[in-house]
């Protein structure tokens, strides 16, 4: 019997930051940041609600109708940014959904835990017939984590808020397939928050810009990415594709990156624009991307019964993973998505 998708949600807040709003704070063009970056406005939770309750919301929709007593085990795929440092988020969300049978772990892949996550758990749930249901979920704030005067973090700028779920079970609709990834450690510095780990502790004082994502060596970067990220993308997306299916991609679930490189790699896989979504109204969350992706398409009537579907993230780091499933049935509820 497959590993299968039984339910996706998502959970936003309904507080944005716009292009206007980024633009005279960075003090770029407001189309620049509309048109390049492909932002038009982004979600923004109020300070108030951190990512624990974030992840809980979206698990509570994805939960709907489900016995909680039937889940045997919660990975937390959400950020290491979150309401406590070194804190064990997924155990805390675990007593809030009232999961009593369950036991939790936090694991991380930065933008691509879920992707990688529902690989860990497919493998877990195939390795372990005790495990019945796995529930991955987690919140993100890393709209906090942006630094608007940093020039060198503008690809960052698109960081944005929210929670996502994912309830996999034992059944033949909407079947895991395969995933590919791939990391470079040659990128592992390139993206980092000075302050707060054991090189620079927050207890010794910190200032503020040291609180942030920076990129030290932007050039550098810049240019590696230029000449790896499009190639590692389509190669994981093409190989996680063909060992899962000889049927070619209907859909593309692909995380929020600026427009060029969205075109560039739907262009590579010969796609048509109309196999994805674009996420310009929402910014990037990190892991959430392609589980709203998916809902989005489920909602527009994008998906038919026996879709080839790939989810496909990548995270700094870098890690690059795509992940395939046959779409057979909606597993999708959403709050908070632009009407």
Known sequence: MNISLKRSAVWLPDTFEDAGHISRAADIPENVVREKMGIVRKCRAPKDLHPSELAVRAARLALEDIDPESVDLLIWTGSEHKDYPVWSAGIYVQE?????????????????????????????MTADARLRRVL??????????????????????????????????????NPIG??????????????????????????????????????????????????DSIPNFTR???EAAEASSDRPIDFLALLHVKRSAHDGILQELGLRPSQSIYLDHYGH?????????????????????GDHVVLASAGIGYTWSALSLRWDQPTFRGEGLVT
Request: charged letters at 25%.
């Open 136 to 173: 991955l979920c987690g919140g993100h704030r890393t709209g906090d984590l942006v630094n608007y005067r940093d020039p060198s973090a503008r690809f960052l700028y698109s960081l944005s808020d929210g929670g996502a779920a994912l309830l996999l079970e034992r059944g033949d609709t």
């Open 285 to 305: 969350f990190g892991a959430p991307d392609q589980v709203l992706s998916l809902g989005l398409a489920e909602q527009r009537g994008l998906l038919n019964p």
């Open 96 to 124: 809030q959904l009232g999961l009593r049978r369950a036991w939790a772990f936090d694991m991380s892949s930065r933008c691509s835990s879920n992707v990688v996550g529902l690989h860990v758990a497919k493998s877990m």
């Open 178 to 227: 395969a995933a590919s990834v791939i990391t470079d450690g040659r990128y592992s510095e390139d993206v980092i928050i000075p302050g707060g780990g054991t090189r620079r502790m927050s207890r010794d004082g910190l200032d503020e810009e040291q609180t942030y994502l920076t990129v030290p060596n932007i050039a550098g970067m810049r240019e590696r990415l230029g000449r």
């Open 236 to 238: 994981v997306i093409r």
